[in-house]
């Protein structure tokens, strides 16, 4: 048995001393190529799809393997790959491998030959107002507040905002306010001499409904607040800002002076004062605690504009978005956009900002600095995904992050992020005029108003 | 080299060195496991990599270590049907029935042909030595079986046993450790046992042990020793010499194959250097195996292929559980250790060190059968189960004075110190670690990307690579399943074609089995010992079905 013992343990010494730096040189992407004689260093490409199973075609032959999948040992160069599965349309994209790299094509989003639209609800809308990341959106038939309602996409119910015997039943509406992930809505609206604000409390049943307008200064206000405190309403008027209590009915008048920008959590009271210190307090007491210092934030990057507004993204990171479309985030290279942001919205899964403009929509990664910034001072990496739009207004990340929908002048495109490619953009429907649209991650559809019938539609775009 | 093997009584350096060697295994064990997740953290890259040479590693050893597990299964199969009684018979006349063997025609059943082969080999060994052992007749068998709160369903099985085996019981002088502190019920059914059985044996002796001596730990070795002690007064009092008497340390549940005597004997009297060897046989956990969660049956099952396989490597093979010794070698080291848990494996290392490295453990291809721990419902069984893990694992305490001792030694080669040294320090280490690399730490390079990393060839190839690998390992799970199917007592009762094909299902839960109950145990243990919080002996539930 010595002996045995002895010779199987020269002979798997043998194997592991071989095995193991074959399979590690391997996995750096080395393989023995005959005709060159030697180990050459390859890439990879990765390819997933929605729906999976797609067949594989690299250059023209057909890959063995259907998606998801990996097909490395590519010598650098440009592959043509084309992903086809019946019903969908063909995926074509050409791929630079580089040695060592790995091309990775994740949830590759087939699109159908023909996109399956549904219709929702068969009535002449007007108007479709999204409420980021909430279960549902804002539909109206006219321009009062009786026609307003709220489409629930996960019980596929509409309810009306107002029930009919509401006194601002008939109450013309001019704005809403809203914030992302919140059932609180104010309505601004009347006739030129009586406006009001309405506050509606959609997490009730039946819902509260206050009019508030007493509590708020005549001049024109922005109105915010963050879900957890849902009677504590702030109300920024040019340099100050007044705190509503719904509960109590009573207003706190100049809660907090000096103000150049606001914004709010569930915890914290966020302004940034004429000197650009941003400050933190807690609704109670008003006690400022210095958040940033104006050291970051200075004249230069911020210059004279006001408001701005302050959103919050995880721990210390915070963006300011100024009256022009100026973005400024708290970490390098400080300055994302000079002007112009029409719209962001933060993805926490990804720790990515997506922000538009009327031309380009740009993703701001915040899981880690950039290469060339200092390792003591960590930073975001920014890159523009789509440029070439005329008037974007409104984006949502879709699937993960790996796609985009946007509407530009009045048109939606599915728009696909090829980190290592040109983006891939289809056409999905035309959306009445001047009405915006809804994405919902857990059903994988939008929800539009039909150009042609105004009836509320969807498409489901991601397979589910 | 006359040593305290001890952790008390030491002073100074000594004490010094002691403590730092109990901190090297957990501290070890520790930085490997975090050292992996923070290199997972900071570079994914070089942590991926880590993990295809330590997987690569892992299961080329688990299919090497197959190998010798079907070879010792094979072994443990030849010698089945082996008389073990004849062959005691030609070794008392070795010279003669060495040539009389020779001139036997060769069976042509392959099993009897390599018994007959293996016996021969033996028996010239044995001529060539010039080491010929006493008269069988001259042989007796000491049995202590450490008594404290088990009750008669418990130990008369392995007295009934011993009894009814091949080897004549009038050789066998029977003594029962009863710790003093031993319930009423318990101390009554041991009587009742020595009544029933007193006149079967050579001699039947219940040996209270007193609470409270000083210099004792509440632990079995000090029970044991205490009996042993007993008996050697019963030795010098009827002139038996020390050489002509085998020991062997059962726990109470431990039921010997019928041949296990006989076999004993055999390799007691083949053996040349017979007193400076201890005879360890296969342990078995056959006593309430179907009566037991699948989770309690499959670690177990572990636990005997392990020896399984340790049984073809006797050079570095420490003793576990029951086995047996001459007792001559356990007066010259004075008994078992009064003050340790793992009494066990402390004896070989007392034995190793008394006799500076001449000293080794025999395997015998015979089995011992014991209880799985049990409780009276699975969550208790799973408790108790972890803590007698945890007690199996926390023979780590042998390491720092295993340690303190070669470096102290000077008869034990060099070569001895650091191969054993070694060895003992890598299995508890890899005892803890490699399930947790394998089952937690592996996939983590992959969850902690960084950007750099996600778009490398490593990220995509390393998991293709392991999962390879992984799935090489699956014979090794097929050879496990194989064997427990042949090795396995028959089910009692109804739909046993139905339970034996759970059993198959059942190995499944091997990864989770091994992470939760072997090495948590011994990381616990290791990380105890690292923080001086010394055990307390825990004496495991036994519960049998009844009827």
């Known amino acids: ?80 790959i084309t992903l086809k599965q019946k019903g969908y349309q063909p995926w074509v994209q050409t791929v630079l491998v580089d040695v060592g790299k790995a091309a ?17 609800i068969s009535k002449d809308f007007v108007k479709l107002v999204p409420l980021r990341q909430a279960n549902g959106f804002i539909v109206a038939t006219s321009a009062h507040l009786g026609s307003y309602a709220v489409y629930d996409f996960k019980k596929k119910d509409l309810t009306p905002l107002v029930p009919s015997d509401s ?10 306010f809203s914030e992302e992930n919140s059932s609180i809505f104010i309505i601004y609206g009347g006739s030129l001499w009586g406006h009001k604000y309405v506050y509606v409390n959609f997490a009730k049943t039946p819902q509260e409904i206050l009019d508030i307008s007493k509590l708020i200064d005549e001049k024109s206000a922005d109105l915010f607040w963050s879900d957890s405190n849902r ?30 920008g606001y914004g709010a959590t569930a915890k914290w009271v966020y302004t940034m004062d004429m000197e650009n210190n941003v400050l933190r307090h807690l ?49 390098p290279p400080y300055n994302l956009a000079k002007d112009g942001v029409v719209g962001l919205e933060f993805y926490k899964k990804i720790f990515t900002l997506l922000y538009w403009t009327k031309q380009s929509i740009n993703l701001v990664d915040f899981s880690e600095q950039p290469e060339n910034q200092s390792p003591v001072k960590k930073g975001v990496h920014q890159s523009i995904v789509y440029e070439n739009g005329k008037n974007i207004t409104d984006c949502f990340f879709v699937d993960e992050g790996m796609h985009i929908i ?23 429907a035309e959306v009445k005029k001047d009405s915006s649209f809804f994405y919902a991650q857990e059903t994988g559809a939008v929800y539009y108003l039909d150009s042609q019938t105004r009836h509320l539609n969807s498409i489901q775009v991601v397979p589910k | 080299m006359n040593y305290n093997y001890s952790r008390h009584n030491i002073q100074g350096k000594d004490k010094a060195l002691e403590r730092a060697l109990e901190i090297l295994p957990g501290f070890l064990s520790w930085i490997i496991i975090i050292g992996m997740l923070v290199l997972s953290i900071v570079e994914p890259l070089v942590a991926a990599v880590v993990m295809i040479a330590f997987i690569l590693y892992w299961v080329l050893r688990l299919l090497y270590m197959n190998i010798f597990l079907v070879l010792s299964y094979l072994r443990l199969d030849i010698e089945k049907e082996a008389n073990w009684i004849g062959r005691i018979a030609g070794v008392d006349r070795v010279q003669s029935y060495n ?24 028996l010239s060994d044995l001529i060539k030595s010039g080491s010929l052992p006493p008269k069988s007749d001259d042989i007796y068998h000491l049995v202590i079986i450490p008594v404290i709160k088990e009750t008669r369903d418990i130990i008369e099985p392995g007295i009934e046993g011993i009894k009814s085996g091949k080897y004549p019981s009038s050789k066998v002088l029977v003594v029962i450790a009863l710790e003093d502190r031993a319930s009423t019920e318990v101390q009554n059914d041991v009587l009742a046992i020595k009544d029933l059985y007193a006149k079967k044996f050579f001699d039947f002796l219940v040996v209270r042990h007193p609470s409270n001596i000083p210099g004792e730990a509440r632990v079995k070795g000090a029970n044991a020793s205490y009996a042993a002690r007993s008996a050697k007064e019963y030795f010098d009092q009827r002139k038996i010499l020390y050489e002509n008497v085998i020991v062997s340390c059962f726990d109470a549940d431990t039921v010997p194959n019928p041949d296990y005597f006989s076999c004993l004997t055999y390799h007691f009297m083949i053996t040349p250097n017979r007193v400076q060897r201890s005879y360890q046989p296969i342990p078995v956990y056959h006593n309430n195996i179907w009566n037991v969660p699948s989770f309690a049956r499959i670690i177990d099952i572990g636990t005997s292929f392990f020896e399984l396989v340790e049984a073809t490597n006797p050079k570095k093979m420490v003793t576990f559980s029951s086995h047996s010794m001459s007792f001559k070698a356990l007066v010259d080291v004075d008994f078992w250790p009064v003050d340790m848990i793992s009494d066990d494996s402390a004896i070989f290392w007392k034995a190793f060190i008394r006799y500076d490295g001449d000293y080794q453990t025999v395997p015998i291809y015979t089995t011992v059968s014991m209880d799985i721990v049990a409780g009276r419902n699975r969550g208790e069984t799973f408790v108790n189960i972890y803590k007698q893990k945890r007690r199996w694992a926390w023979g780590v305490e042998n390491f720092p004075i295993v340690l303190r001792a070669f470096l102290k030694s000077s008869g034990i080669s060099f070569y001895q110190r650091l191969t054993y040294g070694f060895k003992l320090l890598e299995a508890f280490v890899s005892w803890a670690t490699w399930s947790l690399l394998l089952s937690l730490v592996s ?25 390879t690998i992984f799935s090489l390992a699956s014979f090794g799970l097929i050879i496990c399943v194989s064997l427990s199917i042949m090795m396995l007592p028959p089910i009692t009762g109804e739909h046993n074609i139905l339970k034996k094909i759970r059993h198959v299902f059942e190995w499944l839960l091997i990864p989770v089995i091994v992470l939760v109950l072997s090495a948590i145990p011994a990381l616990d243990a290791q990380t105890r010992l690292m923080f001086g919080r010394y055990m307390d002996f825990w004496v495991t539930d036994k519960y049998r079905k009844k009827g």
């Open chain 1, 1 to 80: 048995m010595a002996i045995i013992r002895r010779i199987l343990f020269f002979i798997f010494l043998a194997t592991y001393l071989i095995a193991c730096p074959l399979l590690i040189l391997y996995s750096f992407g080395y393989i023995f190529i005959p005709i060159k004689q030697g180990l050459t260093q390859t890439g990879l490409i990765y390819l997933s799809s929605t729906p999976k199973g797609a067949d594989v075609y690299l250059e023209k032959s057909h890959y063995r393997q259907k998606t998801p999948t990996t097909i490395n040992g590519l010598i650098p160069g440009n592959y043509k």
């Open chain 1, 104 to 120: 990775a094509f994740k949830n590759i989003l087939l699109v159908p030959k023909m996109w399956p639209v549904e219709n929702i």
């Open chain 1, 167 to 176: 006194s601002f039943f008939t109450l013309p509406v001019d704005s809403i």
């Open chain 1, 231 to 260: 009677s504590k309403i702030l109300a920024f008027h040019g340099d100050y800002l007044d705190l509503l209590d719904t509960e109590e009915m009573s207003v706190s008048p100049r809660y907090v002076e000096n103000v150049k």
């Open chain 1, 283 to 331: 609704y109670h007491p008003v006690e400022k605690q210095p958040f940033l210092d104006n050291a970051q934030f200075d004249e230069d990057l911020l210059g004279e504009s006001r408001p701005y507004k302050i959103k919050v993204l995880d721990g210390d990171n915070i963006l300011l978005l100024g009256p022009k479309g100026q973005l400024v985030v708290n970490l």
């Open chain 1, 406 to 428: 946007f509407k530009d002048n009045d048109r939606l495109y599915l728009l696909e992020i090829e980190p290592a490619g040109p983006p891939h953009v289809e056409f999905l």
């Open chain 2, 99 to 122: 040539q009389e063997l020779c001139q036997l025609p060769c069976p042509k059943d392959f099993k009897a042909k390599w018994s007959l082969r293996l016996h021969c080999k033996e």
């Open chain 2, 443 to 467: 996939w983590l390079p992959g969850f902690f990307a960084s950007r750099e990393f996600a778009t490398s060839t490593v990220y995509y190839i390393a998991p293709r690579i392991q999962a």
